[in-house]
């Protein structure tokens, strides 16, 4: 969509182009338009496209919201409070530093920056 101007995409057009499963493409375009990353026109001649400008999203936007679970331990699911090594473990407290450094790096990157960067898909989706 970075590549394609305002123009719409097809569901159909880009699993058959990206050569993956159209159910998990639906499924990840519904979820990024209820975010609103993309944006959805329903009827003939539809389809989807982004939701706001690529260098407006940022890839942390995105994974956000197509990545539901982020618990590296026990603890991240239970909460804090509830783990019985919480004072004297100190892998939980690394592990979120590490998830924080995660989501910072891609919080630097937009949509626009991995479309300038990462082309093979462009040959694909042209033909």
Known sequence: CARG???LRTVDEVADKLRIPK???FK??????????????RGRGGGFRL?????AITLADVVRVV????ELTECFASGWADCPMLNACGMSTTLKEALDAFFAVLA???IADLAQRHRPADARLAS
């Not at 990840?28 to 026109?41: H, P, R």
């Not at 939701?51 to 260098?55: D, F, I, K, Q, V």
């Not at 990545?67 to 982020?70: K, L, M, Q, T, Y």
């Open 51 to 55: 939701g706001r400008p690529a260098a």
């Open 5 to 7: 101007g305002d123009g």
């Open 23 to 25: 159910p998990f493409l």
């Open 108 to 110: 630097r990157h937009s």
């Open 28 to 41: 990840i375009v519904s979820q990024l338009a209820s975010a609103g990353l993309t944006e959805t026109v």
């Open 67 to 70: 990545e539901s679970e982020f």
